[in-house]
Protein backbone atom coordinates (compact mmCIF):
# COMPACT_ATOMS: atom_id res chain seq x y z
CA UNK A 1 0.00 0.00 0.00
CA UNK A 2 0.91 3.48 -0.54
CA UNK A 3 2.18 5.66 2.54
CA UNK A 4 -1.08 7.88 3.32
CA UNK A 5 -3.76 5.30 2.48
CA UNK A 6 -4.43 4.11 6.08
CA UNK A 7 -8.22 5.25 6.96
CA UNK A 8 -9.35 4.51 3.36
CA UNK A 9 -12.19 3.05 1.40
CA UNK A 10 -10.83 -0.18 -0.37
CA UNK A 11 -12.39 -1.40 -3.12
CA UNK A 12 -12.62 -4.54 -4.74
CA UNK A 13 -13.41 -6.75 -7.33
CA UNK A 14 -12.11 -9.57 -9.71
CA UNK A 15 -9.59 -8.05 -12.12
CA UNK A 16 -9.18 -4.41 -10.73
CA UNK A 17 -9.56 -3.36 -14.38
CA UNK A 18 -13.46 -1.84 -14.37
CA UNK A 19 -15.48 -1.59 -11.36
CA UNK A 20 -12.99 -0.90 -8.74
CA UNK A 21 -10.82 1.12 -10.44
CA UNK A 22 -14.32 3.06 -11.36
CA UNK A 23 -15.44 3.13 -7.54
CA UNK A 24 -11.60 4.60 -6.87
CA UNK A 25 -11.63 7.12 -9.36
CA UNK A 26 -15.13 8.51 -8.48
CA UNK A 27 -14.45 8.60 -4.33
CA UNK A 28 -10.52 10.37 -5.50
CA UNK A 29 -12.80 13.19 -6.94
CA UNK A 30 -15.04 13.48 -4.52
CA UNK A 31 -12.00 13.81 -1.94
CA UNK A 32 -12.42 10.73 -0.36
CA UNK A 33 -9.07 8.27 0.27
CA UNK A 34 -9.27 5.23 -1.57
CA UNK A 35 -7.51 2.30 -3.50
CA UNK A 36 -8.47 -0.70 -5.56
CA UNK A 37 -7.77 -4.29 -5.85
CA UNK A 38 -8.10 -7.49 -7.42
CA UNK A 39 -8.77 -11.37 -6.05
CA UNK A 40 -6.88 -12.37 -9.70
CA UNK A 41 -5.80 -8.68 -11.60
CA UNK A 42 -5.77 -8.31 -14.57
CA UNK A 43 -2.54 -6.88 -16.50
CA UNK A 44 -4.23 -3.53 -17.27
CA UNK A 45 -7.30 -1.33 -16.86
CA UNK A 46 -10.22 -1.98 -19.02
CA UNK A 47 -9.49 0.73 -22.25
CA UNK A 48 -13.28 1.42 -22.61
CA UNK A 49 -13.43 1.65 -18.95
CA UNK A 50 -10.39 4.62 -19.35
CA UNK A 51 -12.69 6.06 -21.66
CA UNK A 52 -15.75 6.26 -20.24
CA UNK A 53 -14.18 7.29 -17.03
CA UNK A 54 -12.56 10.21 -19.73
CA UNK A 55 -15.67 11.05 -20.32
CA UNK A 56 -16.74 12.18 -16.53
CA UNK A 57 -13.39 14.39 -16.05
CA UNK A 58 -11.88 11.75 -14.46
CA UNK A 59 -8.04 10.66 -15.45
CA UNK A 60 -7.45 6.59 -14.80
CA UNK A 61 -4.79 5.88 -17.40
CA UNK A 62 -2.37 5.42 -14.98
CA UNK A 63 -3.93 2.97 -12.68
CA UNK A 64 -2.37 -0.14 -12.37
CA UNK A 65 -4.37 -3.48 -10.98
CA UNK A 66 -2.88 -4.71 -8.56
CA UNK A 67 -4.18 -8.27 -5.67
CA UNK A 68 -5.83 -7.27 -2.39
CA UNK A 69 -3.30 -7.97 0.52
CA UNK A 70 -3.72 -8.79 3.65
CA UNK A 71 -2.40 -4.88 4.47
CA UNK A 72 -4.91 -2.73 2.68
CA UNK A 73 -7.66 -4.64 4.65
CA UNK A 74 -5.89 -3.77 7.93
CA UNK A 75 -5.32 0.08 6.88
CA UNK A 76 -8.71 0.53 5.18
CA UNK A 77 -11.61 1.68 7.39
CA UNK A 78 -14.13 0.26 5.12
CA UNK A 79 -13.64 -2.79 2.39
CA UNK A 80 -16.40 -2.04 -0.91
CA UNK A 81 -17.24 -5.57 -2.46
CA UNK A 82 -18.65 -4.24 -6.26
CA UNK A 83 -20.41 -7.66 -6.04
CA UNK A 84 -21.54 -10.04 -3.31
CA UNK A 85 -20.30 -12.80 -5.75
CA UNK A 86 -16.47 -12.17 -4.61
CA UNK A 87 -16.95 -13.13 -1.18
CA UNK A 88 -16.75 -16.85 -3.13
CA UNK A 89 -13.35 -15.83 -4.50
CA UNK A 90 -11.70 -14.58 -1.25
CA UNK A 91 -9.63 -16.43 1.26
CA UNK A 92 -11.24 -16.87 4.21
CA UNK A 93 -8.51 -15.48 6.71
CA UNK A 94 -9.13 -12.33 4.22
CA UNK A 95 -12.65 -12.55 4.49
CA UNK A 96 -12.76 -12.67 8.47
CA UNK A 97 -10.77 -9.74 8.79
CA UNK A 98 -12.93 -7.49 6.43
CA UNK A 99 -15.94 -8.60 8.52
CA UNK A 100 -16.72 -5.24 10.85
CA UNK A 101 -15.34 -3.26 7.73
CA UNK A 102 -17.78 -4.83 4.51
CA UNK A 103 -19.45 -3.52 2.10
CA UNK A 104 -21.52 -5.30 -0.89
CA UNK A 105 -22.92 -3.80 -3.97
CA UNK A 106 -24.18 -5.95 -6.76
CA UNK A 107 -22.85 -4.17 -9.90
CA UNK A 108 -22.50 -5.84 -13.39
CA UNK A 109 -19.25 -7.10 -13.99
CA UNK A 110 -18.43 -4.25 -17.49
CA UNK A 111 -16.04 -7.04 -18.93
CA UNK A 112 -17.05 -7.69 -22.57
CA UNK A 113 -19.71 -4.95 -22.53
CA UNK A 114 -20.05 -1.71 -25.27
CA UNK A 115 -18.76 1.08 -24.30
CA UNK A 116 -22.69 2.32 -24.06
CA UNK A 117 -23.41 -0.82 -21.30
CA UNK A 118 -19.97 0.44 -19.58
CA UNK A 119 -21.73 3.99 -19.22
CA UNK A 120 -24.45 3.03 -17.27
CA UNK A 121 -22.19 0.50 -14.99
CA UNK A 122 -20.60 3.64 -14.61
CA UNK A 123 -23.07 5.55 -13.57
CA UNK A 124 -24.62 3.24 -11.17
CA UNK A 125 -20.66 2.97 -9.19
CA UNK A 126 -20.80 6.65 -9.29
CA UNK A 127 -24.11 7.35 -7.64
CA UNK A 128 -22.85 3.91 -4.85
CA UNK A 129 -19.83 6.04 -3.99
CA UNK A 130 -21.78 9.50 -3.78
CA UNK A 131 -24.03 7.61 -1.48
CA UNK A 132 -21.31 6.75 0.59
CA UNK A 133 -19.76 9.89 0.67
CA UNK A 134 -23.14 11.51 1.46
CA UNK A 135 -23.07 8.80 4.59
CA UNK A 136 -19.91 9.79 5.48
CA UNK A 137 -20.71 13.64 5.86
CA UNK A 138 -23.48 13.12 7.92
CA UNK A 139 -21.76 11.05 9.96
CA UNK A 140 -18.74 12.89 10.86
Not at 6 to 28: D, H, P, T, W, Y
Not at 71 to 94: A, C, N, Q, Y
Not at 97 to 123: F, Y
Amino acid sequence: MVSGDEGCILFVCIENSSRSQMAEGFAKRLGMKAISAGTVPSTHVNPLVIQAMKEKGIDITMSKPREITSEMIDRSRMVVLTDTSLRGSLDKSLLKKMKKKLVEWSIPDPQGMSLDEIRLVRDQIGRSVSALAKERRESE
